[in-house]
């Protein structure tokens, strides 16, 4: 069981943001074993393979690069 | 018996840590890249993924926080700790560049007209915009206290006012510092005073823009009743760190702009 403290002393305001904090932490201790960086679903799987495929993509194109540049075409 | 039985953080396994290292391979790829093929692609692909790392694992420590739990006191003193040593090593980073400034202005060159400012530089007027940004920040620093005390006293719309204050002086800070980089008669390639003075102030306003970004996320997450009157480390991390900033413009205010001109 989690303690949530107060979050808020309640005032009439014009926007209405609701505390949404409870829902979110049900939702991320759900015992599934899934790790926390893709937990919040089909998202979080989405951003971590566009992350994955930029920087080992990125990696393979910059060693290409240096194998560009390792060996210069000489100036007739 | 499957749960822990001590008050640390066992961190799930992240990919977040190789793809901040791999961006900045590619970083540092992209700049050669950069200055000696005439070729952006790289660095602009490196700046993207080491956003997007810094975006998710912030937003999981976000996570196993204030909707997992995983904050204990011991956790937080840890974290303490852990900002206190980086803004150190901050405070020695800008140490480096007063060193710099102190160096050629303390004993100025022959070149330079045996003067310091340099012969033929004209800096800028100390009274004028510096002095307002001056004041701006200490405001700042004013509003920020406020908006602690607010989140102490569990005064929400106090905290967002004062908040919002404090990133509104930040952004202005910012806008008039790139009108007077605009205006100024001299640039960065105006011998050792143009480099000392750009490099001094312009690390300064990245970190004040770093700063304002660290406000904005504290700012959304007060909206969202992220923090509790007593557990809210996020924001007086933020809030040491734009202390920080405000402290190392008011050395560069009275050694560049007030005792070097």
Redesign the interface.
């Given at each position: 069981l989690?303690w949530?403290?107060?979050?808020?002393?309640?005032?009439a305001?014009r926007r209405q943001?609701e505390?949404?904090?409870p829902e979110?932490?049900k939702?991320?201790?759900k015992g599934n074993g899934i790790?926390?960086?893709l937990?919040?679903g089909i998202a979080d799987t989405l951003?971590?393979r566009?992350?994955?495929i930029?920087?080992?993509g990125?990696?393979a194109?910059?060693i290409y690069?240096?194998a560009v540049?390792s060996f210069p075409k000489k100036l007739d | 018996m499957t749960h822990q039985t001590h008050s640390y953080h066992m961190v799930n396994p992240s990919p977040w840590p190789l793809t901040g290292a791999l961006s900045a391979f590619l970083m540092t790829s992209g700049l050669i890249m950069w200055f000696h093929f005439n070729s952006l692609i790289l660095l602009a692909l490196s700046l993207l993924t080491n956003t997007l790392t810094m975006y998710q694992w912030w937003r999981d420590i976000v996570r196993e926080s204030t909707f997992q739990g995983h904050h204990t006191p011991t956790v937080q003193k840890g974290l303490r700790y852990g900002m206190i040593l980086f803004i150190l090593s901050e405070a020695l980073f800008f140490m480096g560049f007063f060193w710099a400034f102190y160096h050629s202005s303390l004993a100025p060159t022959p070149e330079l007209g045996g003067s310091w400012p340099p012969t033929g530089i004209h800096p800028l007027n100390p009274l004028e915009v510096p002095l307002l940004n001056t004041s701006v920040l200490l405001a700042s620093g004013v509003s920020i206290t406020w908006a602690h005390h607010s989140l102490m006293e569990g005064n929400r719309k106090h905290t967002l006012q004062a908040l919002l204050i404090t990133i509104m002086l930040g952004l202005y800070f910012t806008l008039l510092q790139v009108s007077e980089y605009y205006e100024a008669s001299f640039t960065i390639s105006d011998g050792i005073y143009g480099s000392t003075f750009f490099v001094a102030t312009g690390f300064h306003g990245l970190h004040v823009i770093i700063g304002s970004t660290f406000l904005i996320v504290c700012f959304m997450r007060q909206l969202t009743f992220h923090f509790t009157s007593n557990h809210h480390f996020g924001f007086e991390a933020a809030a040491w760190y734009w202390h920080f900033v405000d402290v190392v413009w008011l050395f560069l205010y009275i050694s560049i702009y007030w005792w070097g001109s």
């Amino acid at each position: 069981l989690l303690w949530t403290a107060q979050r808020t002393i309640s005032t009439a305001s014009r926007r209405q943001f609701e505390n949404k904090v409870p829902e979110k932490q049900k939702l991320f201790q759900k015992g599934n074993g899934i790790p926390v960086h893709l937990k919040c679903g089909i998202a979080d799987t989405l951003l971590y393979r566009a992350i994955m495929i930029l920087t080992f993509g990125g990696t393979a194109y910059s060693i290409y690069q240096l194998a560009v540049a390792s060996f210069p075409k000489k100036l007739d | 018996m499957t749960h822990q039985t001590h008050s640390y953080h066992m961190v799930n396994p992240s990919p977040w840590p190789l793809t901040g290292a791999l961006s900045a391979f590619l970083m540092t790829s992209g700049l050669i890249m950069w200055f000696h093929f005439n070729s952006l692609i790289l660095l602009a692909l490196s700046l993207l993924t080491n956003t997007l790392t810094m975006y998710q694992w912030w937003r999981d420590i976000v996570r196993e926080s204030t909707f997992q739990g995983h904050h204990t006191p011991t956790v937080q003193k840890g974290l303490r700790y852990g900002m206190i040593l980086f803004i150190l090593s901050e405070a020695l980073f800008f140490m480096g560049f007063f060193w710099a400034f102190y160096h050629s202005s303390l004993a100025p060159t022959p070149e330079l007209g045996g003067s310091w400012p340099p012969t033929g530089i004209h800096p800028l007027n100390p009274l004028e915009v510096p002095l307002l940004n001056t004041s701006v920040l200490l405001a700042s620093g004013v509003s920020i206290t406020w908006a602690h005390h607010s989140l102490m006293e569990g005064n929400r719309k106090h905290t967002l006012q004062a908040l919002l204050i404090t990133i509104m002086l930040g952004l202005y800070f910012t806008l008039l510092q790139v009108s007077e980089y605009y205006e100024a008669s001299f640039t960065i390639s105006d011998g050792i005073y143009g480099s000392t003075f750009f490099v001094a102030t312009g690390f300064h306003g990245l970190h004040v823009i770093i700063g304002s970004t660290f406000l904005i996320v504290c700012f959304m997450r007060q909206l969202t009743f992220h923090f509790t009157s007593n557990h809210h480390f996020g924001f007086e991390a933020a809030a040491w760190y734009w202390h920080f900033v405000d402290v190392v413009w008011l050395f560069l205010y009275i050694s560049i702009y007030w005792w070097g001109s």
